[in-house]
C-alpha cells in the first residue's frame, strides 16, 4: 500500500512525499518543556494543504494520563490540564450527546467506562507501570496492573504501516496518539485531513525525527481537536471548537 521512497534527511527543504504527500517544512517550537520535542509541519499534496503541530517523548522520561473532565461538557483543555500541571496534552476519546464516555476508559486505576465492541473502537491505549502501549481491541487484556486507558479508533497504522480500508472522503481535523513501539510517542493535531491521509502523513520519513510510527490510534477529531503544550513564556495552545469528556495528557515521570 505504501510506495517505495528513497529516504531523505528532513531539514531545512524538504521533498519526501509518500502516497502524493510531501512534507514542505518543519519548525520547531520555542519553549517547549524539557524533554519534549514540539513542532509545527507544513504538508502538501498537489493544491491540498495540511498543517500538523506535534509532540515527541520517551517514556523513560514522560508518562501519559487519561484525564476525566471535572465537569463533562463544561471544561476546556488548555485551563483543565494547567490545572493539573500537565506539561501537554490532547482531547481524548468518543462521547455520547450526554457527555457519556464511548468504550473503555481508565482514569489513575479507576474505570469509568467498560470496554465496548463496536468496529470503530478497534484500538485501545494502556498505561501499566513502566509501559505505554496501543493494542488492537481484539487483543486486549485489562490485568490488575491496568492504570490508564482510553479505546478509541480507528487504528491508522500497524505493524507499520496503514491500515487497509480506512476513509480517504471525508476531511476533519484530526488527533493522533503514535509510537514506534520502542519507548518512542508522539501526540499529533492535524488541520483537515482524511483518515487514509493521516496514516500516510504521519509515515512520512523525517517527519517525527529518525523514527516512524509502528503504531498510531486516531483519537476523537473533527471539533473535539485540540493539542496544548506548556511552553514558555506563552503557551502553545490548538483549541478544540467543542467541549469533550476527557483528556490525554503528557507528565513527567
Known sequence: MIP???????????????????????DP?????????????????????ATLTGLVFNEKAHTL?????????????AETLAGIAAIAGVNGSYFHEDMRPVGLMVANGEEIHPFEKAKLLAGVLTVRPGKIDIVR???????????????????????GVPVAGLNSERNARRTVVATDGRGRWALI????????????????PGLLGDWTPRTALNLDGGGSSGLWVNSTPVALSRPEFSNVRNYLAVFPK
Not at 65 to 77: A, F, M
Not at 137 to 159: T, V, Y
Not at 189 to 204: E, F, G, K, R
Request: hydrophobic share 40%; with cysteine.
Open 189 to 204: 493535531y492535524l488541520t483537515s485531513v482524511t483518515l487514509a491521509d493521516s496514516a500516510n502523513i504521519l509515515l512520512l
Open 65 to 77: 494520563r487519561v484525564i476525566d473532565s471535572p465537569s463533562p461538557g463544561q471544561t476546556r483543555l
Open 137 to 159: 481491541s481484539s487483543r486486549f487484556e485489562p490485568g490488575k496492573n491496568l492504570r490508564e486507558a482510553l479505546q478509541c479508533g480507528p487504528l491508522l497504522i500497524e505493524d
Open 29 to 49: 517550537a520555542d519553549g517547549a518543556p524539557r524533554g519534549l520535542s514540539v513542532f509545527e509541519a507544513h504538508i502538501a499534496d498537489g493544491d491540498r494543504q
Open 4 to 26: 517505495r521512497l528513497a529516504v531523505g534527511l528532513l531539514f531545512a527543504s524538504l521533498s519526501t512525499s509518500l502516497a502524493g504527500w510531501t512534507l514542505t517544512s518543519s
